[in-house]
């Protein structure tokens, strides 16, 4: 599962996402961190989105064209089609090492951040949070 690849993807939508960025969370989610290959079956991912193969072939061909997602492997019978996402953002630094959990990260933040934030590391190791506003948040 890639959490870290949805990370990305969640941390790069836009202030409104629309209904493709759901599809392309859902990919991420799928996807290997490693490769950031997914490969979710159509059957799934029009179940999580509750829609029809019309739409979900609609999104898949706006997230391409937007450059959000690649078709590594196209769809054929008894084959599931493979999905890339290139990098699209890069995450900021945090205070977790190897061994901490996502949960760790989730429960030391404390939601005053935004997408548009900036991280910096000061010199006794504590992560800093400034959001637009000029506030410091600091975590961990």
């Not at 509750?50 to 492997?73: E, V």
Request: hydrophobic share 35%; aromatic share 6%; charged share 25%.
């Amino acid at each position: 599962m890639g959490w870290r690849l949805a990370e990305e993807v969640a941390w790069a939508r836009p202030e409104r996402p629309g209904p493709e960025w759901w599809t392309l969370m859902d990919i991420a989610q799928d996807a290997r961190d490693e490769t950031r290959q997914g490969m979710p079956g159509e059957d799934y991912l029009m179940a999580r989105g509750k829609f029809s193969r019309a739409t979900l072939h609609r999104r898949i061909k706006a997230l391409t064209d937007a450059g959000l997602l690649t078709i590594a492997q196209k769809a054929a019978p008894g084959r599931k089609a493979i999905y890339e996402i290139p990098v699209i953002h890069q995450l900021p630094r945090t205070c977790l090492n190897g061994s901490e959990t996502r949960q760790h990260m989730l429960t030391c933040l404390n939601g005053s951040e935004t997408r548009s934030a900036e991280w910096s590391r000061s010199t006794d190791n504590v992560v800093t949070l400034s959001n637009r506003r000029s506030e410091a948040v600091s975590i961990c």
